[in-house]
């Protein structure tokens, strides 16, 4: 399995259990505050700065992205209730970004609680599907339990015609990388903890 090859990689190794943990408990303790907000953390707390900087996670966003030169564009907390059934649907990550060329975009996906497996709703990725360019995306805002912002989604008509998806199960401290371009997905949370993850967005710096 090969980012090139396939849009996505991992499990990669970033911080310790105990580390993640140590975030986890802050991240809590600041979304729990008045107008806290989920986005951009990184300029708030300094264990989700350091996550973002680690040397470990750097290493393979420069691989990924084949350069020495790269930026933090935004965070994001990912959190899904324990025992729900709020799922994200097939989606791509360009999609609603507005960033060009998504080639240049990747997302890592840090994991936070502990363990976030399939159980858990960990995310599934459909190799190869970065290759296909921008796919179209529907857009149901009546569906409640799907966590995309606006409700969007690929028809499984198109999901049909790629390859199986792969689910990447982790524990606390390690991260998958994916493309922008890269389809994913991740299913409902029947573990009895909330699951938590930190998606962090690098770019080519131009």
Known sequence: MTF???????????????????????????????????????????????????????????????????????????????QSTNFFAPHQDATYSGLSPPSQ????????????????????FYPGSHQLGQLPHCVDKNNWNNMLSLGQYIDS????????????????GQATLHSFNCVHSSGPNNATFPRVGLALRYILAM
């Open 4 to 82: 090139q090859l396939d849009g996505f990689a991992g499990p990669f190794d970033i911080v310790s259990t105990d580390e993640a943990k140590l975030a986890l408990n802050e991240v809590q303790n600041e979304l729990a505050k008045k107008g806290s907000n989920r986005f951009k953390l990184h300029l708030v707390l300094p264990c989700i700065d350091q996550i973002a900087h680690h040397p470990n996670l750097i290493t393979a966003v420069k691989h990924a992205l084949d350069s020495e030169d790269v930026l933090l564009w935004s965070s994001d907390i990912n959190i899904k209730k324990e």
């Open 157 to 172: 008509t198109i999901i049909q015609t790629l390859k199986s998806p792969v689910s990447i199960p982790l524990r606390a």
């Open 105 to 124: 975009c990747v997302t890592a996906w840090v994991a936070l609680s502990d363990p976030v497996g399939e159980n858990e709703g960990c995310l599934s």
